[in-house]
């Protein structure tokens, strides 16, 4: 009898071209379904499904994927079992049984991200992997105060880089916060959707408020005019991490996630 598994998903998305497969290069999505297939003993490839298109180089904690199989294996030792065969940069951080009509992706009811920066003369080596190096100081009470304007129901059409398919355009932020601990900012955000790059924007937007080349009410035009225009540089991808992908019920998580204010605490 086939059963549906989810698997919640970490990775360091510095050696990967992102979440999805790819002809040309290789991607989480694809070390985790060649684990399975071996793990599973399939002749055929094993479909994963997963919530969240993280590009190059953004990392997660909390992806979120589910398969189909006939396997005897208990639903919960599917991560220790893949553990084994994936990369040390890739760790299965939980696998359970699913309702056959969950979805990864359509099921969701929200998702947290963080953006972390690093706010110091000089880079860390230790945070490079993880964090974006701003040289120049910033207003993190100021960005703090900006980023307040996109919480709520809004048109965010102006905060989807090109490329991006949706047609689609309104989201809803349910909270946002810019957080500072001595050399470490961390932008955090947890909303219904995110368009393509979106969060990546508003850190790069967060950024030039930071330095005052941007208004504090950059956020709030940009929503009015829905011109790209309006914000900032698209932010480097490794300061971004994916923190949960949330379903119905869950929003204690999200709330649990932003209470810790930082990713490095």
């Known amino acids: 009898m086939s059963r549906r598994i989810a698997l919640r998903i970490a990775y360091d998305g510095t050696n990967y071209a992102g979440w999805q497969t790819q002809s040309n290069a290789t991607a989480v999505q ?8 071996k793990l599973e003993k399939a002749e055929g490839k094993v479909n994963l499904t997963g919530a969240s298109r993280t590009d190059a180089g953004v990392h997660a904690l ?4 589910h398969f189909d199989t006939d396997s005897r294996i208990p639903a919960e030792k599917y991560s220790y079992a893949l553990n084994t065969l994936l990369p040390p940069d890739i760790r299965i951080q939980q696998s359970m049984e699913v309702a056959p009509d969950f979805h990864a ?10 953006y972390t920066i690093r706010n110091a003369p000089h880079a860390s080596p230790l945070m490079s992997r993880y964090a974006m190096h701003v040289p120049v100081p910033l207003d993190a009470e100021k960005m703090h105060r900006a980023v307040q304007d996109v919480v709520g129901k809004h048109d965010f059409s102006a905060f989807m880089a090109s490329g991006g398919t949706s047609k689609d355009f309104v989201r809803e932020m349910k909270a946002a916060q810019v957080n500072v601990s001595g050399s470490q900012i961390c932008f955090m955000i947890w909303g219904t959707g995110f368009l393509y790059n979106m969060v990546r924007i508003m850190a790069g937007t967060l950024i030039l408020i ?26 480097e991808p490794q300061g971004l991490t994916l923190m949960r992908v949330l379903y119905p019920g869950q929003e204690d998580e ?4 932003l209470s810790s204010k930082f990713l490095f605490s």
């Open 30 to 37: 694809e070390v985790v379904e060649k684990a399975l297939q």
């Open 62 to 65: 909390g992806q979120t994927a």
């Open 105 to 114: 992706r359509f099921s969701t009811a929200g998702k947290v991200y963080a």
């Open 210 to 235: 930071g330095q005052d080349k941007l208004p504090e009410d950059a956020f709030s035009r940009a929503i009015a005019s829905g011109n790209r225009l309006d914000l900032g540089v698209t932010a």
């Open 254 to 257: 999200a709330k649990a996630i």
